[in-house]
């Protein structure tokens, strides 16, 4: 049994423009619940803004957050892998890059964003359901 990055996906996620202000950005992450914003458009992702690009290029420099836009402060450099990726491959790349979201594409399309957080969660349910396959298997047939 492989756990696919298909399967763990989350499909919810925010994508604006670049030109969009770092403020206007802020709330909808906040109103979202999400800690980043995935800068271009769903077919050509450009860039992520994560919380910590918030709190490091815009609050820490005491810049204005209604003049910063995304595009100056998003990281350009995207880490994504297949939806036919296993998760052991998936987590490895995450830990090899240190970043806490992978995005996942499918026919080269933004079909979602994985996080360590769900990988985490994900790997509980998949380890019990693995746990129970081997001790059935090594139960004594009577």
């Known amino acids: ?17 670049g030109k969009t202000s770092v403020f206007d950005a802020a709330v909808k992450m906040r109103d ?7 800068v271009g458009s ?3 992702p450009e860039g992520i803004v994560t919380e910590w690009d918030i709190i490091s290029k815009v609050v820490a420099e005491n810049k204005n957050p209604v003049e ?15 939806a036919g990726e296993g998760i052991a491959r998936l987590s490895k790349i995450m830990a090899e ?6 995005l996942v594409t ?5 079909i979602g964003i994985i996080s360590a957080r769900t990988v985490l969660a994900k ?7 693995i ?12």
């Open 131 to 142: 746990s129970y396959q081997i001790s059935r298997l090594q139960a004594p047939w009577f």
């Open 68 to 82: 910063v836009k995304l595009e100056d402060i998003m990281t350009r450099e995207l880490v994504s892998v297949d």
């Open 123 to 129: 790997l509980e349910d998949y380890v019990d359901k």
């Open 97 to 102: 890059k240190g970043i806490r979201r992978i």
């Open 32 to 38: 979202a619940r999400h800690g980043y914003v995935i």
């Open 106 to 110: 499918e026919n080269g399309k933004l």
């Open 1 to 17: 049994m492989v756990l696919y990055a298909r399967d763990i996906v989350e499909k919810d996620f925010i994508v604006l423009n």
């Open 42 to 44: 769903a077919d050509k």
